[in-house]
Every structure is written in C-alpha cells, then in structure tokens.
C-alpha cells in the first residue's frame, strides 16, 4: 500500500512532463504546417526510378 505513496506522484509528475512537451511543441510550431508534411511523406523524388 505504501508504494502507492510512490507511484501517484511519479505518474503526475510524469504526466505534467508530458503535458509541458506537448505545450512546447506547440508554441514552437512544430504543428503549423500538417499539409506540407503529408505531401512530403508521399514523396517518392528521391527513389531511383531504375530500381
């Protein structure tokens, strides 16, 4: 029972780091261009079309 006195905390904890990390990448802008990364993820320019 007392390790619960342990686990609650660490999972808070961990979950306000994630929260903050997700925050950053926000504020950061690492979600501002969502059609730019679809379309690069399709690319296939760089494949040697003799393969």
């Known amino acids: 029972m007392t390790v619960l006195l342990w ?3 660490l ?3 961990l979950g306000l780091i994630g929260l903050g990390a ?3 990448s926000v504020k950061s802008g690492q979600y ?3 059609e730019g990364a679809a379309r690069r ?3 296939d320019s760089d494949l ?3 393969a």
């Open 48 to 50: 040697d079309p003799k």
């Open 41 to 43: 993820a399709l690319d």
């Open 32 to 34: 501002e261009d969502m």
């Open 7 to 9: 686990l609650v905390p």
């Open 11 to 13: 999972a808070l904890l």
């Open 22 to 24: 997700f925050v950053w």
